[in-house]
């Protein structure tokens, strides 16, 4: 037997938060797409509560006596914006009646499924961008140089230590020490004259750019509690950036006697 329309439709809508959320939206824009959603089905009695991490959601079914409540915790790990463009096209498609309850959910699985760019293709990216930013700072060709094969490495070191399940603290503590100790190495040798703008510019794919950002837009909208959250998540990430910079820095001046520096 085919399940409540109602409820049927509540977990499309659902889902389509989860995957919002799961891949960097800000809190406002995933509870709209979500009553917008819900609306555009024919479904007006549904309450959306969206937190950080957790989407909650009720409703009454077609005889006014069922109840429908579910709550879905949603890990966030990475960012995806293509995911979020394709739900947020979804979601005005559906206002305007070109898609079904089926469609919906075939377009929703097809845009789960959406891989994100190539390893390869991210890590040189990333290369480019932290050094490019080290030369904003000031740093030369050749610090620039470091930095761009400093900052891949230490991109192909986070998304191992993601496929391992390590936590962002650690993983951000011991990427950030391995990070500097590289800057630290490639200094020494002569493959780079700044030091400072090096470890500066390596530790720019571990800056917490996104939650910060959607921190500061959930409390400007209001949602002081999910933006609270993820502006602690971004300063823990910072605290953790700092402590293996500054460990790392000390312990090469204090245990090789500043050999490397």
Avoid at 44 to 72: L, P
Avoid at 187 to 215: C, D, E, H, K, W
Wanted: charged share 20%; glycine share 10%.
């Amino acid at each position: 037997m085919e399940k409540n329309p109602t409820r049927r439709i509540l977990d499309i809508v659902m889902e389509a938060g989860k995957i919002l959320l799961a891949n960097g939206a800000e809190i406002a824009r995933v509870e709209e797409t979500m009553v917008r959603m819900a609306k555009a089905f024919g479904v007006d009695s549904a309450r959306f509560v969206v937190m950080g991490n957790a989407i909650f959601v009720t409703g009454e079914g077609d005889n006014g006596r069922e109840q429908y409540a579910k709550i879905e915790n949603i890990p966030v790990r990475s960012a995806n914006f293509e995911k979020i463009v394709a739900i947020n096209q979804l979601s005005r498609d559906i206002e305007q009646g070109k898609y079904t309850l089926d469609q919906t959910e075939a377009e929703l699985a097809r845009i789960r499924a959406l891989k994100g760019r190539p390893l390869w293709l991210r890590t040189i990216v990333c290369g480019i961008g932290s050094a490019c930013f080290c030369g904003v700072l000031g740093g030369g060709w050749l610090d620039a140089a470091a930095v761009l094969v400093i900052s891949a490495l230490i991109y192909l070191c986070m998304e191992k230590l993601v496929m391992l399940h390590v936590s962002k603290a650690i993983s951000n503590l011991l990427a950030s020490a391995l990070a500097t100790l590289l800057c630290l190495l490639c200094y020494r040798i002569g493959f780079g004259q700044q030091l400072s703008y090096m470890v500066v510019g390596s530790i720019i794919p571990l800056v917490p750019g996104i939650a910060m950002t959607n921190g500061i837009r959930d409390m400007t909208g209001e949602d002081y509690i999910s933006g609270t959250v993820r502006m602690l998540d971004a300063v823990l990430v910072f605290m953790c950036i700092a402590i293996g910079v500054g460990v790392t820095l000390m312990l090469s001046h204090s245990i090789l006697g500043g050999a490397l520096l």
